[in-house]
């Protein structure tokens, strides 16, 4: 399977990642002090689980187009609009991608 990593970065509004539905659908809240909630239904085959880590979370499953499509959605609904994005850089971004490969038990 695939796994990204994506870590919310924010210079004043802490940045609230909620993950519901079976670990299928995530909210964004507090992006920028809006009241406004950001949905993302990720797609099929793709859960999201917290990581541990303070503000990251984790983008899993088996396909990498889905993957990586949901990790840009989350990425998408958090831009910045109609400000400076020199200066406004807050967001959920991409922080690691890696590959998970299964131990196969030798006989």
Do not use: W
Request: with cysteine; proline share 3%.
């Amino acid at each position: 399977g695939y796994k990204y990593k994506m870590k919310s970065v924010y210079a004043h509004f802490p940045i609230n990642i909620n993950i519901n539905n079976d670990n299928t659908h995530v909210e964004v809240h507090n992006f920028l002090g809006e009241k406004f909630v950001r949905r993302v239904n990720l797609l099929p085959g793709v859960t999201c689980k917290p990581t541990g880590n303070k503000d990251e979370i984790m983008v899993e499953g088996n396909d990498v187009e889905n993957v990586s499509r949901s990790a840009a959605l989350i990425q998408q609904s958090t831009t910045v609009k109609n400000k400076d994005i020199r200066k406004f850089l807050d967001g959920v971004n991409d922080s690691e991608k890696t590959l998970i490969q299964e131990l196969k038990e030798s006989k």
